[in-house]
DNA sequence: TTATATTAGTTCTATATAGAACTATTAGAT
DNA sequence: ATCTAATAGTTCTATATAGAACTAATATAA
């Protein structure tokens, strides 16, 4: 195979595992979200309070991207979003209740793609793969 | 490093690459395209005449998308799309000469994003990667 | 031959995403 | 204390992308 095909390669494995994702996501009734807005609410189950400004480094977006994120997320009353009282620029994201009753659908759906995806996979490949992907993203 | 991040990593590879390619584009006085219209002009460097349904095929794509990118390409003059005389059904897109001029521009382009991303990495590293992907690519 | 199915492509609509310009708030310099 | 910088976030606009429904043309079956 040629080493050239490696970047569209990978834009071919993140646009699966993305409709992936989002299949099993609605498959448990979670419709209208797709895969960025899972990772905001692992984050939140992660770190329970997280400024806009942490989510979007953590979810690597650009500010005005997490806007809409999160506006989705509220609409659909996962998380609520309030301003911090120390600082006004601040707002803070937390879980509702409704998000945090679907935790261990996100952590099983986490658990299956990772379980489809590294199928054959040794624990020394799945090191492999990582450390080359990681060196492969510094040099970018 | 935890191996559960290695889709967020692709995520993250794929999209910083396609920064990196869209500004190397505007560097050369090429605007307005994005990676997608590339593939589209080196599929066509390659195989010279495709189809929109060959074209889809060639960069994974839909094909309500390729129409979109398609159109573009046909505003910026670098292809042209004609009927085939023997089957209604089916468009053929091809290189101007403008397209034709850019040729160059694009090889340059992936060699240069080829020994970004590669830097540090021996041969062997290089296919190692690509069959690492390529057996998580058919397992999605 | 004619009816049906398949195929290529487009249109319409929705949405994640980003760039640019903006507001509001806090920090820093003098 | 006041002026300027920086910072957090939003709004506005543009666009790649896909799903669904559609048109037009060809292939297939009866």
Do not use: C, W
Request: aromatic letters at 10%; zero cysteines.
């Amino acid at each position: 195979m040629d080493k050239k095909a490696v970047l569209a390669l990978i834009g071919r494995i993140h646009s699966k595992a993305n409709e992936y994702i989002t299949q099993e996501l609605e498959k448990r009734g979670i419709r209208g979200l797709v895969v960025s807005h899972g990772e905001i609410l692992v984050n939140l189950y992660r770190y329970q309070r997280l400024s806009m400004k942490e989510l979007a480094g953590k979810i690597d977006k650009r500010k005005n991207t997490l806007t809409v994120l999160v506006e989705k997320l509220i609409e659909f009353d996962y998380v609520e979003k309030t301003p911090s009282p120390e600082d006004g620029r601040f707002f803070y994201i937390t879980l509702t209740e409704k998000g945090r009753l679907f935790q261990k659908d996100f952590e099983e759906i986490s658990t299956n793609v990772y379980s489809l995806i590294y199928t054959g996979f040794s624990e020394a490949d799945q090191e492999k793969l990582m450390e080359l992907l990681e060196k492969m993203y510094k040099n970018l």
